[in-house]
């Protein structure tokens, strides 16, 4: 009994043919011959010659002919070890010589144990001539109930001469549907309706979230971007895994698999040249450069599991990591002191959150906080325990170590979140931008309870200090924060109209700055100023379109000028008090902020009222004062200006 099918014929000239899956066909591309009339691994090939000058692929083709007798003559190459229910496609390229009556069929078909033909086979197709040109045929066939081979015949007819080559039979890989779940031994999930066994190409695409058996063995499984496997036992077979970069920005990646080599990642994907120097970087913890592949380079060994690197591609495309399965509890990446470029090991999301709060984490960092590069941006975004967050398979990111050791990221922080950043958040926020006209700088404050006015590690966090910053925004912690710099800063969900936020730039002279706010959840009748000390105004920011704007006259690289004020009355000058002024201890130095332009004194005493420093100076935004050396303890800090009087209790150490 003979079926329709429906038949794929490409109208390509000189095209060269490519599959993913597992060829089962042998000497396919005719270039291997017993005699000039006898192709290697075929079993039947009548009136067959070796032709080198009519050639679709490679040195040689096949040319059959048949004389105007009657009949045909045949070529014919038996596939065995078909399994049934599998897919696969049967494909090859023609060119038939356009004398009058020509005719090739395509004559193939399933077989079971005993030779017999079976139904849903592909047999009696009449190939088109179409005008003497390289046509394809290809056709995907599933196997029958009781096959166990594929028998396949092409047949010449009278008064033709025809040109065969690059004939292939493969097997189909097995593609992930998840319909029915995320259970890998389901067979519901897959495209066969059959679990793949160890044989076979899997292809994963970049909806999936799967969980592994404990034991799984494969030829090779390919996995799309934004896909999710998740297995804590062993994986056996290639793996690899695509990462799009959509422009060609550069962009912090890891190899979420063992084994990957370096110089094949390389020569593997395109990547931008600039001189000898390969769009591929180390960043050097040592001197805070990178550290660029050098063209033609070799035996620089495989990617470290865990470790982060820079790349660039010449234009947006894809990077493949291709090596084995990464079955390692806990990954150790080496630390030391000042900033690590660190990436994700594993084939699944891992949480920042697990990472920042793991206990050798926790003590080996300097802040709690991860650096993700923002290429759109060209800034470092920061995250913390506060953000609800999820670093992608393929994704680095620098951390802050205070000293020696090893940063570990473990199998238990794995988790099916999707290929995203940042979660819709119900707390209260406000995000500070800052903008010169050819870029913008965002600092966050978050209003949290058990939050404090300090600095609270893994809530609050400084901007990236990995390299230089020449534009940025800033906050510095409303109480005590040893002078840090803050990207994200945590403040308690109460108390609003009380606390007053130091806010920090740096720009060069002569720019052209606005500053805008964007507020989620804020309390009923909140309302957000900023108070610029120089021009002595407050701006309200939480109305549509409001910007305060300025144009600088000299570099600004600190605080004391601005201030950002929660209040639910309107704001003047005349609220302007001693309470905005911060005073810190910075290394041997007292740093006083937020005062207004004038002169100003300072002076220190011990807790017995002993004098042991007095200081008078011009203020103008921030004033550093050299400490003099005196004993560990409790000092009072009188600050006196025109404003009035400040005393201040600090413990210097």
């Known amino acids: 009994m003979k079926k329709n099918y429906i038949l794929t014929l490409l109208m390509m000239l ?80 023609y060119k038939i010589a356009p004398d009058a009556g020509s005719v090739v069929k395509m004559w193939s078909n399933f077989r079971d144990a005993s030779g017999a033909f079976l139904d849903g086979t592909t047999a009696d197709i009449t190939l088109p001539v179409n005008d003497n040109a390289w046509t394809k045929y290809e056709e995907t066939v599933i196997a029958p109930a009781t096959s166990v081979k594929f028998w396949f015949e092409v047949r010449t007819y009278s008064n033709t001469t025809v040109y065969f080559d690059d004939f292939s039979f493969v097997r189909n890989p097995f593609t992930w549907t998840g319909a029915a779940n995320n259970n890998y031994n389901d067979a519901a999930n897959w495209s066969t309706n059959t679990v793949p066994s160890e044989n076979y190409d899997i292809i994963i ?69 600039s001189g000898i120097n390969v769009g591929f970087a180390d960043y050097e913890n040592s001197t805070g450069d990178w550290s660029y592949y050098q063209s033609g380079a070799s035996g620089t060994g495989n990617f470290g599991l865990g470790e982060g690197h820079a790349v660039k591609l010449n234009t947006a495309g894809d990077v493949v990591f291709t090596g084995t399965f990464n079955d390692a509890e806990s990954i150790a990446v080496s630390s030391t002191p000042g900033y690590n470029l660190i990436g994700n090991p594993y084939l699944t999301s891992v949480s920042v959150k697990e990472m920042l709060e793991e206990a050798n984490n926790a003590n080996l960092l300097l802040e709690q906080t991860v650096w993700l590069w923002d290429q759109a941006l060209g800034t470092y975004d920061l995250k913390n325990i506060a ?92 109480a005590n924060g040893s002078g840090r710099n803050l990207g994200t800063q945590s403040l308690p969900d109460n108390n609003f109209e009380n606390m007053i936020v130091p806010v920090g730039v740096i720009a060069e002279s002569g720019s052209a700055l606005e500053f805008s706010a964007r507020l989620e959840n804020l309390p009923e009748g909140i309302k957000v100023f900023l108070e610029d000390k120089e021009e002595n105004t ?116």
């Open 387 to 478: 953000d609800d967050m999820e670093i992608a398979p393929g994704q680095a990111f620098f951390v802050s170590a205070a000293q020696t050791g090893s940063f570990s990221i473990n199998e238990s922080m794995q988790s099916h979140s999707s290929d995203t950043f940042q979660k819709i958040t119900t707390r209260p926020e406000l995000a500070l931008t800052l903008s010169n006209g050819a870029a913008s700088r965002t600092a966050s404050v978050f209003y949290i309870d058990g939050a404090t006015t300090g600095f609270d590690n893994g809530y609050d966090s400084s901007i990236f200090g990995g390299l230089g910053n020449e534009f940025s925004i800033f906050t510095h912690a409303v």
């Open 205 to 273: 695409p970049s909806s999936a979230t799967i969980n592994m058996p404990a034991t799984l063995t494969v030829n090779s499984m390919s996995i799309a971007a934004g896909a999710s496997i998740i297995s804590t036992g062993t994986i056996t077979g290639s793996i690899s895994y695509t990462r799009n970069i959509p422009t060609d920005n550069w962009y912090l990646i890891s190899s979420p698999v063992a084994d990957q080599d370096k110089d094949a990642f390389v020569s593997a994907s395109s990547l931008a040249i």
């Open 538 to 653: 407050f701006t309200r920011l939480d109305e549509l379109n409001a910007s305060h704007k300025i144009t600088t006259t000299s570099i600004i690289n600190s605080v004391g000028r601005f201030y950002l004020h929660t209040a639910k009355s309107v704001l003047s000058i005349s609220d302007a008090t001693l309470d905005n002024v911060s005073i810190l201890k910075v290394h041997n130095s007292l740093r006083i902020s937020g005062l207004q332009q004038g002169k100003a004194s300072v002076k220190l005493f011990n807790v017995l009222g002993k004098q042991v420093l007095n200081s008078a100076f011009e203020f103008n935004g921030m004033k550093d004062i050299s400490l003099p050396r005196v004993a560990k303890g409790i000092y009072i800090v009188q600050l006196e200006t025109a404003e009035g009087t400040l005393n201040k209790k600090i413990i210097l150490e």
């Open 14 to 93: 000189c095209l060269t043919v490519t599959s993913f899956g597992q060829e089962m066909m042998l000497n396919g591309g005719l270039e291997n011959w017993i005699s000039n009339t006898r192709p290697t691994d075929w079993t039947t090939y009548q009136n067959i010659t070796q032709e080198s000058s009519e050639k679709h692929g490679g040195s040689f083709s096949a040319k059959q002919t048949k004389d105007a007798t009657g009949g045909y003559k045949k070529l014919i190459q038996n596939i065995p070890n078909t399994t049934v229910g599998e897919s696969y496609t049967v494909s090859f390229w």
